[in-house]
């Protein structure tokens, strides 16, 4: 007779293959920011976003403004959060940049310092390769990373520092279904880079990670605050994630269930490195924009 934990195994190595057929996308990044109106302004006219959408709820005290360049049903976005009377916050060490993708990284440089934008990296090939790249700031401090390249999605990757490069890709295919879509070392810079994410690098926006040599915890400050992926189940996406929580880190924050007032269901939890990721059901995220 089969013991509890023998039993147990079919019913897990289950779950965990059906998290790989899951078809999950990334949908927003969300952060803080201290002035909604002056993020909104500089987001559109020095980097081109739309203002998507925009949602005050009063009783919680916060607004949020959704930016990118494309439609939310197909496209990546930025979910700014503005808190009532809250105009500076931490970005802490361990969140690095998002990356906007351009064919011509140079005019776009040039037309962001036109419309009074900050560039802090002049645009250029990389130390020891080609790819032309460039970085910009907006008025809360955060970075954007311009690369050139052409892409279906010019949000092309949200990047964040961890602690253990192997733990966290092993972490990201098998909670989250995520294919490794591009791993370097670069000794130069005394760091690995990772770039994992649900189509070619092409198509898709990625979640880059970063390991710094030797450096294993991060301060995360308060600003930045967490990616959204979208799943056809949220309960068996839980169910997955905290399976591989218990092997590798991390931990189940919101156990899977409606949210009050808009009934979409979500779930949501922290990675071995403290990074929190909220998973979404589709079909109720794109009744919320209709």
Aim: aromatic share 12%; hydrophobic share 35%; charged share 30%.
């Amino acid at each position: 007779m089969a013991t509890g934990s023998e039993a147990a195994k079919p019913a897990e190595a289950a779950v965990l293959e059906w998290n790989k057929q899951d078809n999950k996308r990334m949908l927003h990044a969300v952060y803080r920011v201290g002035d909604l109106d002056r993020t909104i302004k500089y987001y559109t006219e020095c980097f081109g976003m739309k203002l998507l959408r925009k949602r005050d709820v009063p009783d919680e005290k916060y607004t949020n403004a959704f930016l990118g360049f494309g439609p939310e049903d197909t496209n990546f976005a930025l979910e700014l959060t503005y808190n009532y009377g809250v105009d500076k916050y931490d970005i802490g060490e361990g969140f690095g940049h998002f990356g906007i993708a351009s064919d011509d990284v140079y005019k776009f440089a040039e037309d962001i310092k036109s419309k009074g934008g900050k560039i802090t990296r002049e645009p250029g090939p990389v130390k020891g390769g080609s790819t032309v790249i460039a970085f910009a700031q907006d008025p809360d401090g955060y970075r954007f990373a311009l690369i050139q390249r052409a892409t279906r999605e010019p949000l092309c990757q949200v990047m964040l520092r961890v602690g253990d490069l192997e733990r966290s890709i092993k972490f990201y295919e098998k909670a989250l279904g995520m294919k490794l879509l591009f791993k370097k070392d670069v000794p130069e810079y005394k760091h690995t880079i990772a770039k994992l994410g649900y189509d070619k690098e092409d198509k898709t926006t990625a979640l880059e990670l970063i390991y710094n040599y030797g450096v294993t915890e991060y301060s995360k400050g308060n600003a930045y605050a967490q990616v959204a992926i979208g799943t056809n189940d949220v309960y068996k996406s839980a169910e997955a994630v905290d399976l591989v929580t218990k092997e590798l880190g991390g931990n189940i924050l919101r156990q899977p269930g409606p949210l009050p007032g808009i009934n979409t269901k979500i779930t949501s939890f922290v990675d071995p490195d403290g990074w929190k990721v909220v998973l979404v059901d589709h079909a109720d995220f794109l009744k919320e924009l209709q």
